[in-house]
């Protein structure tokens, strides 16, 4: 993989590698991401989201709870309990068991350990850098900051076998290297679907009331409702704004609790009143403006072309070269081709020339599992369904005849 | 019809009698097995004072025609990706063992060259201009044959982007985009021995 300097040199902390075994659909698989671009392509159903929600409740908990006063040093017992909270909320399962592979019915053998048995454990390694001369070494252990866990099923699969509750207390994760220190930035998450409108008093329904949300919900609510800049990065967020704002017609505002579009003909219209795709929008217009994404930072954004017009996947794509050129680490799941030619396009530009970008294609093989291709760029990858798919709706359109 | 200027040297290989006898090599018809298929071949190469051309061309205007001798689009890119390669190879035997001296000297001198150029030459009905997405074409190909050539280009008569040579539509109806007609199988290639 190429590495360019840029964001590598600012010093930010970002994910570098991913190597998973019996996780979800993957039977094993390591994943090496650019500092800026990480697009993952691949049928409904082959783990895109998963990949995104893994890595964001990763880079999540080796954040928050060094933002707490008096916060301690990274260890073992915290990360083990937050991660296992996390990755529960995030994927929104009562049983982490749900996490290996064994429990999608696969027909192909789980790995087998060295003493024969069966290893039927879930196990995700994930790298970051974290020197501000970050070279491309990616054995140099010393310089990188690891995260590693195995999820501990036995527990929870005798439960489920004898038909017992699962203990949402115990711990289901076991932290073999815990990192060195906290990551000093929040991941943002967003969605297929835009939080705006549900956003008036979610998080505290949320936290006294069940709901069929996944916890990302929560935490980009927390996210969204964060005060807006002032002062000099401000302004370095009005530049970013401008495309969103012109192509939304007006600024999202939130207010007593309630988000509005502020237009300069119409006054301020309700949220709920204002087109699905400028919502969304909106909504990342709001996320830059409070400086959560603005120069680093983590961004999983799953489906970023759901519900816009190809005009405004125009514009959501140059915003999103635009945050991985300022420094954020960008993770994008996709089905849209026009938004990976967009980003193919504007990649060219001398503007975005520098961001280093990464592709994943998930493919599903006969027996269920997922293998991932990987490459710099989208012509590296080998499976690319979105363009077969485009070329065999060729071969239907042309049995029709003239 | 192709008019190619005179910087510019061409040859309809898929007629070369070199290519031919190549292709029956590896054809017979009572096996089955992957080496008794034949090999494939583009329909031009045109070399310029750098460049070896390889040129496809697919006509999808005559729906009659298209259903049976054109391939679907969604195999378009890998049989094109196997006439170049054929081609390729065709072109190193035809340059050691020829019979044509043209043949033989147009190999020589197509393999002298820096590097190699893809061209897919595409033609759709004017009914349903963009059936086919020229730009999945050009990206399949360039999955495909990226080694070779990492910009492939699909162009067609109205938009040529930065070829030099120049395409007319002659018939629509039921004429290839190109045709022989005992024109000289090289054009602006004077070898004579």
């Given at each position: 993989m190429h590495c360019h300097a840029g964001a590598w040199e600012r010093g930010a902390i970002m994910l570098k590698q991913l190597k998973i075994e019996n996780f979800t659909v993957f039977p094993k698989a390591d994943l090496q991401f650019a500092s800026g671009l990480n697009v993952i392509v691949g049928e409904n159903g082959c783990g895109k989201s998963h990949l995104l929600k893994l890595l964001y409740a990763i880079s999540f908990e080796n954040t928050s709870q060094g933002k707490r006063p008096n916060a301690q040093e990274p260890n073992k017992e915290i990360l083990e309990r937050r991660y296992a909270e996390k990755l529960r909320g995030v994927f929104h399962i009562d049983d982490l068991s749900y996490l290996s592979v064994k429990d999608l019915a696969l027909s192909y053998m789980p790995a087998m350990g060295a003493d024969g048995q069966v290893d039927e454990k879930a196990y995700v390694e994930a790298s970051f850098n974290n020197t501000r001369s970050w070279t491309v070494d990616l054995s140099y252990k010393d310089e990188t900051q690891s995260t590693c866990f195995e999820y501990n099923e036995d527990e929870a699969y005798d439960t489920c076998k004898s038909g017992f509750a699962v203990d949402h207390s115990s711990i289901d994760v076991i932290i073999n290297t815990p990192p060195k220190k906290w990551d000093n930035v929040l991941p943002v998450f967003m969605s297929t679907r835009e939080l705006l409108t549900i956003y008036s008093g979610f998080v505290s329904i949320y936290d006294s009331h069940y709901l069929e949300f996944d916890e990302t919900y929560r935490d980009t609510c927390i996210l969204l409702g964060l005060p807006l800049l002032k002062g000099k990065r401000k302004q370095q967020a009005k530049e970013m704004l401008k495309p969103l704002e012109k192509a939304m017609g007006g600024k999202a505002l939130l207010r007593n609790g309630r988000f509005y579009l502020s237009t300069p003909d119409k006054g301020e219209i309700e949220i709920a009143m204002v087109a699905e795709g400028q919502r969304k929008l909106a909504m990342l217009a709001q996320l830059i403006a409070t400086g959560i994404l603005l120069d680093n930072g983590y961004l999983f954004w799953d489906e970023p072309e759901n519900n816009l017009n190809p005009k405004l996947i125009k514009v959501i794509a140059k915003v999103i070269l635009h945050l991985c050129d300022n420094g954020i680490q960008v993770f994008i799941a996709s089905h849209s081709l026009f938004l990976l030619r967009e980003l193919e396009i504007l990649s060219k530009h001398d503007e975005f020339k520098q961001v280093e970008s990464r592709y994943f294609s998930l493919r599903l093989e006969d027996n269920g599992s997922v293998e991932v291709e990987q490459g710099d760029t989208l012509y590296d990858l080998q499976t690319l369904v979105l363009l077969d798919e485009q070329l065999l709706q060729s071969d239907r359109f042309m049995e029709l005849g003239d | 019809m192709f008019s190619f200027p005179d910087t510019l040297s061409a040859s309809i290989y898929d007629q070369w009698k070199s290519r031919i006898r190549f292709e029956s090599a590896f054809k017979d018809g009572n096996k089955k097995d992957d080496c008794s298929k034949g090999t494939k071949a583009v329909d031009f190469i045109v070399l310029d004072d750098k460049t070896l051309w390889l040129i496809e061309v697919k006509d999808y205007r005559n729906p009659q025609k298209r259903k049976k001798t054109i391939p679907k689009p969604s195999k378009l890119s890998c049989l094109i990706a196997c006439k170049i390669r054929d081609t390729l190879s065709g072109l190193v035997v035809a340059k050691m063992n020829a019979k044509n001296s043209n043949e033989r000297e147009f190999a020589l001198q197509a393999l002298k060259k820096e590097k190699i150029r893809l061209v897919l030459h595409l033609e759709q009905s004017k009914q349903h201009p963009q059936i086919i997405d020229p730009v999945a074409i050009q990206q399949t190909l360039k999955i495909l044959l990226k080694k070779i050539d990492p910009h492939p280009l699909v162009v067609d008569a109205n938009h040529s982007?930065?070829?030099?040579w120049s395409v007319q539509s002659k018939c629509p109806k039921d004429q290839e985009l190109y045709e022989n007609n005992g024109s000289p199988i090289f054009t602006n290639f004077e070898h004579y021995s």
């Open positions: - | 982007h930065s070829v030099k």
